[in-house]
């Protein structure tokens, strides 16, 4: 079973340029989320999909960050136009709950770097 | 929110049985402890995950008091690989992934 991939992997770009990262969630997992890290900081939710809709999208820092998962696969994550704080690892994670417990079970992807200059 | 407090850092050697405490006195009665592995360069992996008392799969160990209060998990015969932040995370069973708080986490060094 393939894991939640993400792309790019890394992505260097200027202040004031867009950048958009996309994620491939595991197949069949409705709940998609995005968590960021910034240097030195702790790993800090962003939104949440469950299929296609945004389900809460509380940790957004601003209205620069646009996220989307048209037909309830993949998302993307773009960033316009990207200040030098946006700078961090952006993970991306897919969940399901254990048909036992009901505990859900996050799945995360290797992240992408993302530097701001 | 039930925070969570763990140390920041542990070192051990090969071989080794490594336990690492968590803290989570404000545990609510619907919540659910999960233990998160992270190496450099990727994402947390999911380790192990429990409500109460003794829970074991291939990889690890997860004891849970009574009270709840404090978690601990276990590594048999630690190697150089285990070497990682360890994340303890606490979630209430009917709210999503979105409420959970990552900490710190504990970094773990493993030496030969």
């Known amino acids: 079973e393939a894991g939640v991939t993400q792309f790019p992997s890394h992505s260097v770009i200027e202040k004031g340029q867009t950048v958009t990262l996309r994620c491939d969630p595991i197949s069949g997992h409705d709940n998609l989320y995005w968590y960021r890290r910034v240097m030195g900081k702790e790993i800090k939710f962003l939104l949440h999909f469950v299929k296609e809709s945004k389900q809460d999208e509380s940790g957004m820092p601003n209205n620069r960050f646009l996220a989307e998962r048209t037909g309830g696969t993949y998302s993307t994550l773009k960033v316009q136009p990207a200040e030098l704080e946006d700078s961090g690892v952006y993970f991306c994670?897919?969940?399901?709950?254990?048909?036992?417990?009901?505990?859900?079970?996050?799945?995360f992807g290797s992240g992408t770097q993302l530097s701001v200059l | 929110l039930a925070k969570t407090t763990q140390p920041i850092s542990m070192d051990s050697y090969e071989g080794q049985e490594v336990n690492i405490t968590c803290s989570h006195n404000?545990?609510?009665?619907?919540?659910?402890i999960t233990w998160y592995q992270q190496f450099p360069s990727q994402g947390p992996r999911f380790i192990i995950q429990g409500y109460k008392t003794k829970v074991t799969n291939e990889v690890a160990s997860l004891f849970i008091p009574a009270d709840r209060k404090s978690s601990t998990l276990s590594l048999p015969r630690v190697s150089l690989s285990d070497t990682a932040v360890y994340y303890c995370l606490v979630g209430d069973i009917y709210s999503s992934a979105s409420k959970i708080i990552f900490g710190s986490g504990t970094r773990l060094s493993i030496r030969p």
């Open positions: 994670a897919s969940s399901h709950r254990d048909p036992g417990t009901g505990i859900e079970k996050l799945f």
């Open positions: 404000n545990i609510a009665t619907n919540d659910y």
